[in-house]
């Protein structure tokens, strides 16, 4: 318990910042590998002891069903006592949007995916690999791109090797490795793998050269994790770049035609740009929720002198709390008859307009002129083809293998994946997207939120608890 005078904050800051040095002071990385308790139990021994009957009593009746087998001499090796790393196993982490750790690998590696068809990622790739081994002056011993292999001298930093930041006059590390990206034109992506190629490490004077398979694995994954966090740095400040220039920005509707700014921008360009400018103009941010889309704020006026120096005119807004949503929105422009058009079928389905639409119709002679002219847009088109039929054909699958209820739960999933979307979905349609009726619907909506999976609010269903949905879907 603490006062709450200046004092008291005082005396709690100072015997925390003690208790840190103390903590810190008395762990090095080989601390950290070996429990904290005494190793008494391996000098234990089991006793054995005769089975004794009382006088009186029949002795029960014993046989060997349930004997515990020898353990073979091959189960005994392997660290024992102090020797046990007891440290969590290091993971990869992905970081980079879109990323994926390539479990079937057998050295650490992650891929890294384009993020639009203007990026080169295998030439990004490369020129943030060197521009983080220059962060850390880390030489280059071995460069051959058209092989994808980089060997690196040697990286002498204990803090980006060991992830804790202290500076340990007794134990010094050094290592290095290779890193080898392998392109994925296919996919678009490049595979990036880490290995230790040397270690040397100093303990109170004593350098050694040894290295188990599993620190090699640690070390490499560290060294991975430290090379993601800056590939998504570099990204984060592109963006960024781009975000400072213009934006345009026009009053237009969300998907259930309410009013709503359009901005000429990625939510995540107009993500950064709001959290910049809303604090520059009076707004105080309180809470913020990527994920969902929205940044809560308290208005404050911040004066004539203000408006004037800015020159601008005043919001005249009320000084209250408000809640800014972002969402993308579905594209309200749609090319229909590109199937037709490059297999000369009709297909099977109509488009009936339930609303008012304006409709332009493209020339096919001019259209196929177009397409030879520029092969782009050919790439374009049977880009956004694959595209539809693989997440057809993903829709199509799940609803024939699984009930009702299980692909609303996997579309919200999906959902929980994606940027946000600006408004919500009519039932009746939702029914009908699921190939079904509202009353089922309905009943399978329920069934998710009576096991406490989702939960039904005024802007359609959401997760409730994303562990049970995980569950449910055997994720």
């Known amino acids: 318990m603490f006062k709450s005078n200046g004092k008291g904050n005082r005396a709690r800051l ?3 910042v003690a208790t840190v040095a103390v903590l810190a002071g008395c762990s090095t990385p080989q601390d950290r590998k070996m429990a904290n308790r005494d190793f008494g139990y391996e000098d234990a021994r089991l006793e054995g002891r005769a089975f004794l009957i009382p006088a009186g009593l029949s002795a029960p009746t014993f046989n060997s069903q349930y004997d515990i087998p020898p353990l073979p001499e091959s189960s005994r090796e392997g660290a024992l006592g102090a020797q046990v790393d007891v440290r969590p196993p290091a993971q990869l982490l992905t970081v ?5 750790v390539v479990q079937t690998a057998t050295e650490p590696t992650v891929a890294f995916y384009a993020l639009s068809t203007s990026q080169s990622v295998e030439r990004d790739t490369w020129s943030f690999l060197m521009n983080f081994l220059a962060k850390y002056k880390v030489t280059t011993e071995k460069l051959d791109q058209q092989d994808g292999v980089l060997q690196t001298g040697w990286f002498d930093n204990t803090v980006a090797l060991d992830g804790w930041g202290e500076d340990d006059e007794d134990f010094k590390i050094r290592q290095r490795y290779q890193f ?29 050269n040894k290295l188990t398979p599993a620190d090699a694995q640690r070390y490499a994954a560290r060294v991975l994790n430290q090379f993601s966090l800056y590939y998504d740095s570099q990204l984060k400040a592109r963006e960024q770049h781009k975000s400072n220039d ?21 939510f995540d360009q107009v993500w950064r740009r709001l959290n910049q400018v809303l604090p520059a103009y009076g707004f105080t941010i309180k809470d913020t929720q990527q994920s969902l889309g929205w940044i809560d704020v308290e208005y404050e006026e911040p004066g004539a002198e203000f408006w004037k120096a800015k020159g601008s005119e005043p919001f005249k807004l009320e000084e209250e709390k408000y809640r800014f949503q972002l969402g993308e929105i579905e594209c309200h422009s749609q090319i229909f008859g590109e199937m037709e058009f490059f297999s000369a079928t009709p297909v099977q389905w109509n488009v009936v307009a339930e609303t008012e639409l304006d409709a332009r119709v493209i020339c096919a002679n001019k259209l196929a002129q177009r397409l030879l002219a520029e092969p782009e847009l050919t790439l374009f088109f049977a880009a956004a083809l694959a595209s539809d039929y693989l997440d057809t054909l993903e829709i199509t699958t799940s609803r024939l293998l699984h009930p009702i209820a299980y692909n609303i739960a996997y579309e919200l999933w999906r959902e929980r994946q994606r940027t946000p979307m600006l408004g919500s979905r009519k039932r009746a349609h939702e029914a009908a997207r699921f190939g079904t009726t509202e009353r089922v619907y309905r009943r399978a909506l329920k069934e998710l939120v009576e096991q406490g999976i989702i939960a039904d609010s005024s802007d359609g269903p959401v997760i409730a608890d994303l562990a049970r949905l995980r569950a449910y879907l055997d994720l």
């Open 14 to 16: 100072v015997l925390s």
């Open 96 to 100: 980079v949007p879109g990323s994926q």
């Open 180 to 208: 080898t990206v392998r392109n994925d034109a296919q996919r678009h992506a490049v595979n990036m793998s880490v290995r230790v190629l040397d270690h040397e490490e100093t303990i109170d004077g004593e350098t050694s």
């Open 246 to 266: 213009g934006m345009g920005l026009q009053l237009g509707l969300d998907n259930n035609e309410l009013s709503a700014w359009i901005a000429e921008g990625s």
